[in-house]
């Protein structure tokens, strides 16, 4: 059973900077293509930032591109999300998410295994 846990979260001002991470159990984190994604209250989760299984190709949503930074460490079987100058519009659980596939990875349906997310709140 692969198991996703979040961490990292908190309140933060805005121009802040917090970084999550995502322990993977189970099966080597290598196995999988890795994302991030967000959703506040009734809005649907939203794609924030994917990372290839090698790290080497990385790819973000346009609101997060230049203020976030995804990364991966496959030999301690997690994966990181740097968030600087952060907005209050950033505020949102954050959940971190494989893909066992070989999509772009930016469509939350591409991925089968998902973390209990993490609360972000930034304040003005």
Do not use: H
């Amino acid at each position: 059973q692969v198991q996703l846990v979040e961490s990292g979260g908190g309140l933060v001002q805005a121009g802040g900077s917090l970084r999550l991470s995502c322990a993977v159990s189970g099966r080597t984190v290598s196995s999988y293509r890795m994302g991030w994604f967000r959703q506040v209250p009734g809005k649907e989760r939203e794609f924030q930032a994917t990372i290839t299984r090698s790290g080497y190709t990385t790819s973000y949503a346009d609101a997060v591109k230049g203020r976030f930074t995804i990364s991966r460490d496959n030999a301690k079987n997690t994966m990181y999300l740097q968030m600087n100058s952060l907005k209050p519009e950033d505020t949102a659980v954050y959940y971190c998410a494989a893909a066992d596939g070989f999509g772009r990875g930016t469509m939350e349906n591409e991925y089968v295994y998902w973390g209990q997310g993490t609360q972000v709140t930034v304040t003005s």
